[in-house]
């Protein structure tokens, strides 16, 4: 299907080879048909590719056109969505805390060791305030939301919620990218009431 100079066309012919990903067939095109769909015959619901340009060989008449394979076309764009996402949301997940009146308002929200290793390379929001990594944390009484953001690639867990007594949910737990951690060392859940969404 073509559409060069407005008026709506067509042509038929056959698919002489693919090669990473690139048909290379014998439909005759005019000037200004490339994005034009390549479909299979019979089936102009079906489409196999679509159309990028010509090359016509020297010294032989024959010119061969190039379209590129329409299922390559879907599953990069597939791709691409699922990198975006995972590039949006990598090593951010959310930690919901509840404080009782009878703890202490700057509860840690992350064991000591953490905090230490990873100093430099932590940007926290707590309900809804953007706040470095630090020790002691002014949490209001009753639920508190923290977001945490890895800035670089995370190489230690260690004593990431040890000693933590707060700590009821963790969400988006599948976001934390852990490729590059070489120490889970004392990585304790406080709680057994602890919910993790994967």
């Known amino acids: 299907m073509q559409y060069p100079y407005g008026e709506l066309c067509h042509d038929s012919g056959i698919i002489i080879d693919a090669k990473n990903e690139i048909l290379i067939h014998s439909v005759s095109t005019s ?20 159309h990028r ?3 016509e060989t020297p010294g032989n008449n024959n010119k061969y056109n190039f379209a590129t394979c329409f299922d390559a076309i879907i599953e990069d764009i597939k791709n691409q969505i699922s990198n975006k996402k995972i590039n949006e949301f990598e090593n951010a997940i959310n930690l919901i805390y509840e404080l009782s009146k009878d703890e202490d308002s700057n509860n840690n929200i992350f064991g000591e060791k953490f905090v230490e290793n990873n100093k430099e390379n932590i940007i926290l929001k707590i309900n809804g305030i953007e706040s470095e990594l ?21 190489i230690s867990l260690k004593d990431m919620f040890n000693g933590v007594t707060s700590l009821i949910n963790i969400e988006e737990l599948k976001y934390l990218n852990t490729k590059e951690v070489n120490d889970f060392s004392y990585f304790h859940i406080c709680s057994i009431n602890v919910h993790y969404q994967i």
Not at 136 to 153: A, H, S
Request: hydrophobic share 30%; glycine share 14%; proline share 2%.
């Open 134 to 154: 630090i020790e002691k944390y002014n949490l209001k009484e009753g639920i508190n939301k923290i977001q945490i953001k890895i800035k670089n690639k995370l």
């Open 53 to 55: 340009g010509g090359n």
């Open 31 to 50: 000037m200004g048909s490339s994005g034009s769909p390549l479909m299979k015959r019979y089936n102009i619901n079906y489409i196999i590719g679509i």
